[in-house]
C-alpha cells in the first residue's frame, strides 16, 4: 500500500478540510498500531509485519505535501473533474470551478446568495483593515453601515473581534473562517495586493463626513473587494 493512495483516501473520506500534520499524524499512528498488533516475529524469525508498513511509521509533513503536489499533478494529467484546494483548515477535494453549475443541481432549493455592491464594499474594508471598528469602515464609505455589518454578520463572513481601546469601547469587527472559504483563500495574506493595502492611511470619522459631503458615493471608495472562486461559488 502506498503513502499517495492513503492520503488520497483519507481527502476522500472526510467531511471537512484535512491539514498536513492531520494527514500525517494520522499515517504514523495506523502505521504504529499494525506493527504493535503483528506482535513478535514468527518461528522462523521473519516479521509478521508487511514490508510497506514501517516507512509510513516515519512519514513527514513534507512527504505528505509532496504527495499532494503529485495528486494535484495527476488530476489535471487524467483531466479529472475534481481537484484539490487548500483553504484555512486545510485541503479537501472539490469540483473543478466549470462544474459549478451541475453541481448546484443537486441542491435545487440552495440558492447562491450574491453580495450588493454597498455589502462588498464593506466586507472589503473589514478584511484588509481588520479588526475595524464600525466608526473606521463609516469613516471611508462615507455612510452609515449599520445593516450592511449586521447582514454579513448573518451570512457569517464577519464576526466581533472584540472591543476598542477606545472611548467608549466600541466593537472590532474581523472576518471568519468562512469568509476565507467563500472567496477560495487560504489567508488574509493571499488576497489581492493585501500588503499594499494595509498600509494605506484610513480617513478618521470627521475626514469621511467631509469626504461624504464633497464626492460623490461612488468615487469614495478604492478598495476593490475580492473575487469568489468559481469552484467554490456553489
Not at 492611511?201 to 475626514?207: F, H, N, R, V
Amino acid at each position: 500500500m502506498e503513502l499517495i493512495s492513503i492520503v488520497e483516501a483519507l481527502l476522500f473520506a472526510s467531511q471537512e478540510p484535512l491539514g498536513v500534520p492531520q494527514m500525517c499524524a494520522a499515517v504514523k499512528e495506523t502505521a504504529k498500531d499494525i506493527i504493535e498488533a503483528a506482535g513478535e516475529p514468527l518461528e522462523d524469525g521473519s516479521s509478521r509485519i508487511p514490508e510497506w508498513v514501517a516507512p509510513l511509521a516515519e512519514t513527514t509533513d513534507e512527504q505528505v505535501r509532496g504527495i499532494i503536489d503529485a495528486l494535484i499533478a495527476r488530476y489535471d494529467a487524467e483531466k479529472h473533474a475534481f481537484t484539490l484546494v487548500e483553504r484555512a483548515n486545510g485541503w479537501r477535494i472539490a469540483a473543478r470551478g466549470e462544474y459549478a453549475e451541475w453541481c448546484r443541481a443537486l441542491y435545487p432549493g440552495k440558492k447562491v446568495q450574491r453580495l450588493s455592491q454597498p455589502a462588498l464594499e464593506t466586507l472589503a474594508i473589514v478584511a484588509y483593515r481588520q479588526p475595524i471598528t464600525k466608526a473606521g469602515i463609516e469613516a471611508v464609505r462615507g455612510v452609515s453601515v449599520d445593516a450592511m455589518v449586521q447582514q454579513l454578520i448573518d451570512r457569517g463572513l464577519v464576526k466581533i473581534e472584540g472591543r476598542a481601546d477606545l472611548p467608549g469601547r466600541p466593537l472590532l469587527y474581523g472576518t471568519t473562517e468562512a469568509f476565507l472559504d467563500h472567496f477560495g483563500v487560504r489567508s488574509l495574506d493571499d488576497m489581492p495586493n493585501a500588503s499594499e493595502l494595509r498600509r494605506v492611511k484610513l480617513p478618521s470619522a470627521e475626514e469621511g463626513a467631509a469626504t461624504a459631503a464633497e464626492q460623490p458615493h461612488e468615487q469614495q471608495l478604492s478598495l476593490a473587494p475580492v473575487t469568489p472562486s468559481a469552484a467554490e461559488n456553489s
